[in-house]
């Protein structure tokens, strides 16, 4: 669950993205235990996983920019982890792709549970470290 105090940033645009992906990957979590046919399942975790590869992409690319933008000293760090974060996704996508429709719902909640902790830390440690550097250039 979303908290300001934990996980603003301090600059809006921002802090409704990491909303936003927080509601997702929690939003995957929920869904997937609602789905009890193995082939259904199957099809709408490729689509939700679709989904949600483009729009954390969409967002790490704009907050590369941004900080790019503002002379962020750390970009190249911040670059390589959000590299990581895409190659996991990468390979939980390749898990996904391989299973068997009934092995689905068990990976795809491996994937939600590493989302939410990969977020929790991401945006309390690397993300929060831009937030005064932003917040000094003027940009909130």
């Known amino acids: 669950m979303w908290r300001d105090e934990e996980f603003s940033v301090g600059v809006a645009s921002l802090d409704e993205q990491h909303k936003g992906l ?11 235990e609602n789905v009890y046919d193995d082939k ?24 590369e920019l941004l900080l790019e933008k503002w002379s962020f000293p750390e970009l190249e760090a911040h670059k390589q982890k959000h590299d990581l974060l895409e190659n996991e996704l990468a390979a939980y996508k390749k898990c996904l792709d391989a299973a068997e429709d009934e092995q ?31 917040r000094k250039m003027g940009v909130v």
Not at 22 to 32: D, K, P, R, T, V
């Open 104 to 134: 689905k719902k068990a990976i795809a909640q491996q994937i939600s549970l590493f989302m939410e902790r990969w977020l929790i830390n991401h945006i309390q440690g690397d993300d929060r470290a831009y937030g005064p550097h932003l």
């Open 40 to 63: 259904a399942l199957g099809v709408m975790l490729n689509l939700l996983f679709i989904q949600m590869e483009g729009y954390v992409k969409t967002h790490l690319r704009y907050e």
């Open 22 to 32: 927080f509601s997702a990957f929690m939003n995957l979590g929920q869904s997937i």
